[in-house]
C-alpha cells in the first residue's frame, strides 16, 4: 500500500489527505448527537426542533450527494474535495455562531443543511480518489482503512465533545477548522489525480431528487408530531414518492442524466445499494438515540455518555479492516451477511439490557452491535463502487452515498417517531398511576415527550420514573434497529452472490466463475 501513484506521489499520503479531507463529516454525525441536550436546553429548541438541526444534515447529505458525485466525475476530483472542504469548514463556523432567541432553530437548521452540502461535494471526490489511486485487489484493504480510520476519528467526536462542551457547545463545531486546515495542507503536498470528465449538468434530475427525498423524509419526520392520521403527512411522504419514481422515468430519458439509472440493471449494485439503505437506517440514528439515553436515562454527564459510542467504534474499527480483508480475499458477500446478523444480536441483546440502566451490562452487546456494522458496512460499499467504469466513480460513490443518507434520514424519522410515541404512552401511564387525571397526564406527558425548554428540557431534573420511561422507549428503538439489520442480512444472502470481482483485464465488473456480461456496468 505504500507504492506510488502517477507522479510519484505516495498512495498512503493521497489515502490520509482523504481521510482528513472526510473526517469532518464523521466527527459531525456523533459530536452533534452527544451535544445534542446541551444545544438543545441552550438555545431553548424543541426535541423536534432538535432532531430537525441534526436530520437537515442528513437530508442535505442525500439530496445533494448524486449532484456532488456527478461534479466530481465532470469537473475534477481534487477540485471538488477542496470546494468541499471549504464549505463544510465554512458552515461549521457559522454553526458555532448560533444567536439564541428566535433565530436561534432556523440559524442552526440552515447552517447545518450547508454543511450537508459540503460534505455531498466532498465525499464521493475523495473516495473516487481513493479507488482511482489502488487497484482493485487491494482497494477493499484501502477502503476498509478510509472508512476504519475515518470511523475511529468519529469515536473521537463523542470524546471531544464531552469535553468541549464543558467549555462551550459551540466548540463542537469550531473543531472542524483545524481539520480542514490538515486536510487542505496534505491535499496540497499530496497532489492527489484530478481526472474528469466533462458534461453539462442535469438541473432538472437535481430539482426532482431533491423534492423527493426532501418531502417523503419530512413527512416520516413530522408523523411523531402531527399524527399519522393527518392527511399532510401521507400527502408528503406520497408526493416524494412520486417524485422519486418521476426521477427515474426522467433520468432514463436524459442524454447527460445526473445519474445513469441503467446502472441499477446491474444486479449486485442493485443488491448492494439496497443493504445499504436498510442498514443506515440504524447506523446512523444510534448515535443520536446512544447519546441522549446516556444523558436521560443513565443521568450520565455528556463525556461519560459518550463512552457508549465509543464502546460502538470499538467493535466498529477492529471488524472494518478484518471485512476489508475478507472482501479482498473472499468477496462481499460472507462479510456483508454474517456483519448483519452479528449486529443484529448485538442491537437485540442490548435492547434486553437497556432498561437495566447499568452501562456495565450493555458493553459487550454495543461492541457486538458496532462490530457487526463494521464488519459489513464499508464492504457492501466498496463492492457497490467497485462496479463503476474508472470515470464513473465519482457518479457511483454519489449513488451509493445518496441511498445511504436517504436511509439515515428515513431510520432517523421512523425510530425518532417510536421513541417519542412510546416515551408519551408510558408516561401518560406512569402520571396516570400517581393519580393525576387522564386529560392532564396527557398533556403532560405530550411537554415532557418533547423535553421541551424551562417544561422538561432540564435534563439533571427529570424524575427518576420518567428516566426508566425513557430507557423502556430505548428499547424499542434498539428492537427496532435488531429488526432492520436481520432485514439487511437477509437481503444479502439472498441476493448476493459468492466470488471475488476480477481486474478489467479479467473481465471488468465479473465475479469468478459467471458470465462475463451478467454483472457489468452499463456502458454509456
Not at 437537515?56 to 477542496?82: E, I, P, Q, S
Request: glycine residues 12%; contains cysteine; positive net charge.
Amino acid at each position: 500500500m505504500s507504492s506510488s501513484t502517477g507522479g510519484g506521489q505516495s498512495r498512503s499520503l493521497i489515502l490520509t489527505a482523504m481521510i482528513f479531507a472526510v473526517a469532518m463529516t464523521f466527527i459531525d454525525q456523533t459530536i452533534v448527537s452527544i451535544a445534542a441536550p446541551t444545544i438543545q436546553r441552550d438555545l431553548g429548541l424543541s426535541s423536534s426542533g432538535m432532531q430537525w438541526a441534526i436530520n437537515a444534515y442528513l437530508l442535505t447529505l442525500a439530496a445533494f450527494f448524486a449532484f456532488g458525485g456527478r461534479l466530481a466525475d465532470t469537473r475534477g476530483h481534487r477540485k471538488m474535495v477542496v470546494l468541499g472542504v471549504i464549505i463544510f469548514a465554512g458552515a461549521s463556523a457559522l454553526c458555532g455562531a448560533t444567536p439564541r432567541g428566535s433565530a436561534a432553530e432556523a440559524w442552526l437548521v440552515a447552517f447545518r443543511a450547508l454543511q450537508g452540502l459540503g460534505g455531498a461535494i466532498m465525499f464521493p471526490a475523495a473516495i473516487a480518489i481513493v479507488v482511482v489511486t489502488f487497484d482493485l485487489r487491494s482497494r477493499g484493504r484501502a477502503l476498509a482503512l478510509f472508512f476504519g480510520i475515518a470511523g475511529g476519528l468519529t469515536a473521537i467526536g463523542p470524546i471531544a465533545g464531552g469535553y468541549l462542551i464543558e467549555w462551550t457547545w459551540r466548540s463542537i463545531f469550531w473543531i472542524n477548522i483545524p481539520v480542514a486546515l490538515i486536510a487542505l495542507a496534505l491535499i496540497a503536498i499530496s497532489k492527489p489525480p484530478d481526472e474528469a470528465r466533462p458534461a453539462p449538468m442535469d438541473y432538472r434530475g437535481l430539482a426532482l431528487i431533491i423534492g423527493g427525498v426532501g418531502l417523503s423524509v419530512f413527512g416520516f419526520q413530522q408523523s411523531a408530531l402531527w399524527g399519522w392520521g393527518n392527511p399532510a403527512i401521507e400527502a408528503s411522504i406520497a408526493a416524494g414518492v412520486v417524485l422519486l419514481a418521476v426521477f427515474f422515468v426522467v433520468e432514463r430519458r436524459t442524454e447527460s442524466p445526473l445519474i445513469n439509472v441503467r446502472i441499477f440493471e446491474n444486479r449486485t449494485f442493485l443488491v448492494e445499494n439496497v443493504i445499504l439503505g436498510i442498514a443506515m437506517m440504524a447506523f446512523i440514528p444510534v448515535f443520536f438515540f446512544a447519546a441522549i439515553y446516556g444523558q436521560i436515562a443513565l443521568d450520565e454527564k455528556a463525556t461519560e455518555s459518550s463512552l457508549l459510542i465509543l464502546y460502538f467504534f470499538l467493535g466498529f474499527v477492529v471488524c472494518a479492516q478484518i471485512g476489508g480483508r475478507m472482501l479482498d480475499r473472499i468477496g462481499a458477500k460472507r462479510p456483508v451477511v454474517l456483519g448483519c446478523a452479528l449486529a443484529a444480536i448485538g442491537f437485540g441483546l442490548w435492547a434486553g439490557r437497556a432498561t437495566s440502566l447499568h452501562v456495565g451490562a450493555q458493553v459487550i452487546y454495543i461492541v457486538m452491535a458496532g462490530a457487526g456494522m463494521g464488519l459489513m458496512l464499508g464492504q457492501a460499499n466498496t463492492d457497490a463502487i467497485n462496479r463503476a467504469s474508472r470515470y464513473s466513480y465519482g457518479e457511483a460513490t454519489g449513488i451509493t452515498q445518496t441511498v445511504r443518507n436517504y436511509g439515515a434520514s428515513l431510520g432517523f424519522a421512523i425510530l425518532g417517531t417510536i421513541l417519542i410515541t412510546e416515551f408519551r404512552s408510558r408516561i401518560t401511564s406512569s402520571l396516570t398511576a400517581k393519580g393525576l387525571p387522564g386529560p392532564a397526564a396527557k398533556a403532560e406527558a405530550a411537554k415532557i415527550a418533547q423535553l421541551q425548554s424551562g417544561k422538561g428540557g432540564n435534563i439533571a431534573r427529570i424524575p427518576q420514573f420518567i428516566r426508566a420511561d425513557f430507557a423502556a422507549a430505548t428499547r424499542e428503538v434498539l428492537y427496532g434497529m435488531c429488526v432492520i439489520m436481520a432485514v439487511a442480512g437477509l437481503v444479502a444472502l439472498r441476493g448476493l452472490r459468492r466470488g471475488v470481482q476480477q481486474e478489467a483485464g479479467e473481465g471488468a465488473g465479473q465475479l469468478a466463475g459467471e458470465d462475463p456480461d451478467a454483472d457489468l456496468y452499463p456502458a454509456r
